[in-house]
């Protein structure tokens, strides 16, 4: 029977830098990832690196060292992620007062500029100056999230790292020991397991009593094919409903509802903005639900109207392009931090979820896990540990 040093539980944008890091420090690793085409947030994310959006030491280390980790790791990766950097508009709304706005964004390590919204149709001409009262701006990181997951993958293979497409159905628990997971087919033992599988990591720990503070939304977003459209910037709400909507919805008086299915919480937000990737599509979005069951349905139809009218009263021209409405579940913590480190009382039990700002967190944080997993003490990851 071999006994791999860690399994990686999920294969997306978290398991696989981690699996990488892991692997390149010396590791024997195993991914188990159930889907042979990636699908969630990976697949679905947006792309962005808010860099400049740390407002605590703890963040700002990560942001900084997560854009240097982003500018390098086509080369280190042998892969193209697509990185680049671009000018981030965020509107603000109409009946919104444009100068206390800014002001509630001194705080970030790099305080974006406010525009007028003369300012900010030039700097967006597909806006619609009706529609807003101004408008920030700041640069902005920016990759294609499965791009970055296969160059991570494709790199752990190169390292000796192993995966199996296969869908985890229970950690292997005995006692105050995880020596393994059981997937559909088999069973696998590590020393030690790690779980990085986003919105679904909740409910994995849990079914072995183990309780973390990870929680997820529903995410709904269309996204189109190439358009001859081309937007000049990223463009995003200043107010971003999602972040009360998860601060809300990860409350101490609500936390017992997400241990069953069937509730919600607390009602839909819409934040509407789009990005555009090199090869012209777009994601347009995003709607983001509470409902406690991982595999609760929504209403595409009424969600894909609701998106096409909210982008359109700011950006017209994209309201009617063709595309595709999609939906996955995003992973969040209660405290806007990701959940990352060994959970108390429990040996050979890992977590790694729970990003609020992934792609720029999960490179350094994966990093100085591997580092940490080595024997190497990590102040960072100390704070971000979880108990059980």
Not at 7 to 31: C, D, K, Q, R, W
């Given at each position: ?34 889907h042979a085409t990636l699908q969630g947030a990976t697949r679905y994310g947006y792309g962005g690196l808010a ?5 605590s030491d703890l963040t700002r280390i990560l942001c900084q060292e997560g854009i240097e980790r982003h500018r ?317």
């Open positions: 029977m071999k006994i791999y040093d860690w399994i990686v539980v999920g294969g997306g944008i978290t398991g696989a830098a981690l699996a990488y890091e892991l692997a390149i420090a010396g590791f024997s690793v195993l991914i188990l990832e159930q860099y400049w959006s740390g407002v390098h790791l086509s080369e280190e990766l042998e892969t193209d992620t697509q990185f680049r950097e671009l000018d981030l508009l965020l509107t603000i709304e109409k009946k919104s007062n444009p100068q206390a706005v800014a002001d509630n964004y001194s705080r970030f390590a790099i305080p974006p500029t406010l525009l007028s919204v003369e300012d900010a149709c030039e700097l967006e001409p597909l806006l619609n100056p009706n529609a807003i009262a101004g408008a920030l701006t700041v640069r902005h990181g920016h990759i294609r999230p499965s791009k970055l997951a296969e160059g991570y993958r494709q790199a752990f293979h190169r390292a000796g790292g192993e995966v199996q497409i296969t869908q985890v159905v229970e950690l292997l628990r005995e006692g105050n020991q995880i020596k393994g997971v059981k997937t559909k087919e088999s069973t696998y033992h590590a020393a030690k397991t790690v779980v990085c599988a986003g919105g679904l990591s909740r409910a994995l720990l849990k079914a072995v009593g183990i309780q973390v503070p990870v929680y997820f939304t529903h995410a709904e977003l269309i996204e189109t094919p190439p358009v001859d459209i081309q937007l000049h910037t990223l463009v995003m709400p200043a107010h971003t409903k999602r972040f009360d909507l998860e601060e809300k919805a990860s409350r101490t008086d609500v936390d017992p509802l997400w241990d069953e299915p069937g509730h919600e919480p607390l009602p839909p937000i819409l934040d509407a903005g789009v990005i555009q990737f090199l090869d012209g599509s777009l994601r347009i979005g995003q709607i983001s639900r509470v409902l406690t069951d991982p595999n609760a349905q929504v209403d595409q139809a009424t969600s894909e109207a609701l998106i096409r009218s909210q982008i359109g009263t700011i950006l017209p021209t994209l309201e009617n392009l063709p595309g595709t409405w999609h939906h996955c579940l995003v992973a969040f913590s209660n405290n806007r931090l990701p959940v990352v480190g060994a959970i108390s009382n429990i040996e050979g039990a890992y977590v790694f979820s729970g990003f609020t700002n992934p792609l720029v967190f999960v490179p350094p944080l994966a990093k100085r896990f591997a580092s940490w997993a080595t024997g190497q003490e990590d102040a960072i990851i100390a704070q971000l540990s979880p108990t059980s």
